[in-house]
């Protein structure tokens, strides 16, 4: 790779991971072991939660989950179409139904009024995103999920550090999964975790992530076949390392936000990036910019094209479920969720993280301009 590239993501590792992996990695214990249950009681403790089970992904987190609820053939799930590690998989995974539900324009998270009016019979669950770290309004859905007898799945993939009313995300649903891999602040190669306040629910959890080897005999834990979804003592290592240090890592990402904020004022019309009046606490996963109706998909396409050629790394946020192949086989179309179509065909994201200068982002943006211009779409982006 050019040292001149501008990667999407680039995790912060100081010497403390350094170290710190290096100290494992010259123990006698690599797989799963006592820093995976460190790990797990330290970002319990982040969350103020009573439980927290490290599993290999965010993806896998949600599986387990909805195994564990028994949720599986003939139910429905209803979940967003929008967003970027799409743990939302996890539905069909099971066996299960994903029924979507368009998003709110602004926040870009799953609309409350939306995912009521897709609740049937077959309803089990509620899954919920905090999409690209813009806080859902958590208060309507867990009043829908109560009133309804449901299930509200959090989906914090994509949140870590952000807050609503308050409360840090990974507070609200029944059961939270967190993923992290990149392009997070938290980043310890693959990983995800699944945090809860039902004891019974963390047990099950962990009866389906493995077995460990005093638990390969008993005729309770053999009911269950595990998928072997753990986490090694190297990942979790990592992961306590970054979460001694999230602060100071968010604090960093935030610096970069704030040289977006100054720079991106070049393009004509521009906003800033909407924040909803309950939350409390933001932290983008991406920093994106959303073109204007003027710009086309393929435009958007071709803009991304120029950054790529100027060694700027960008992407499309994000390609939404229901246009997939898998889905469409299920009957989905486009034109579905005008909503998702819509802010999906005009959504750049930017590299951001904790290791970008002023310099680079101010290069960024002036790409980013200069290739709008190119498309013939004018500079305007709102």
């Not at 429905?76 to 029924?99: K, M």
């Not at 077959?122 to 007898?149: C, K, Y």
């Not at 994106?288 to 003027?294: D, I, Q």
């Amino acid at each position: 790779m050019s040292l001149s590239w501008i990667p999407l993501s680039d995790p912060d590792i100081s010497l403390s991971e350094l170290d710190a992996v290096s100290a494992v990695l010259q123990s006698p214990r690599l797989s799963q072991g006592p820093a995976v249950e460190a790990f797990e009681s330290a970002f319990a403790a982040y969350l103020g939660r009573n439980y927290a089970v490290a599993v290999s992904s965010g993806t896998m987190g949600l599986l387990l989950c909805l195994k564990a609820y028994g949720i599986g053939p003939g139910d429905e799930v209803i979940a967003s179409p929008y967003s970027w590690h799409q743990i939302a998989h996890a539905i069909a995974l099971a066996g299960a139904r994903p029924v979507f539900a368009d998003i709110d324009y602004w926040a870009g998270t799953l609309a409350p009024e939306k995912a009521l009016a897709k609740i049937t019979l077959d309803t089990r669950a509620i899954l919920v995103g905090n999409a690209n770290g813009h806080p859902a309004p958590w208060q309507a859905f867990r009043e829908m999920a109560d009133s309804h007898g449901l299930l509200l799945l959090e989906d914090s993939t994509e949140a870590l550090g952000s807050g609503y009313r308050g409360k840090l995300v990974g507070s609200f649903g029944d059961c939270s999964i967190f993923d992290f891999s990149q392009p997070g602040p938290l980043v310890c190669g693959e990983g995800g975790m699944v945090v809860t306040d039902d004891l019974e629910l963390a047990r099950t959890l962990r009866s389906y992530r493995n077995r460990r080897m005093d638990e390969r005999f008993s005729i309770v834990i053999g009911g269950r076949i595990p998928y072997q979804a753990c986490m090694s003592d190297i990942s979790a290592t990592l992961g306590l390392a970054q979460l001694e240090r999230i602060e100071s890592i968010l604090r960093r990402r935030k610096d970069a936000e704030s040289s977006y904020l100054d720079h991106i004022q070049s393009f004509e019309g521009i906003k800033p990036p909407y924040v909803a009046p309950d939350v409390t606490e933001i932290h983008w996963f991406l920093y994106l910019v959303h073109l204007g109706t003027r710009f086309s998909r393929s435009s958007r396409d071709a803009i991304i094209a120029d950054l790529h050629t100027e060694q700027i790394e960008a992407a499309a946020y994000c390609q939404p479920l229901h246009l997939q192949a898998f889905y469409q086989d299920m009957g989905y179309r486009k034109g579905n969720y005008f909503v998702t179509e819509k802010v999906a065909d005009h959504a750049v994201a930017l590299p951001f993280h904790g290791h970008l200068t002023e310099d680079q982002v101010s290069f960024i943006v002036k790409t980013a301009k200069d290739a709008s211009i190119n498309v013939g779409a004018g500079a305007a982006i709102y």
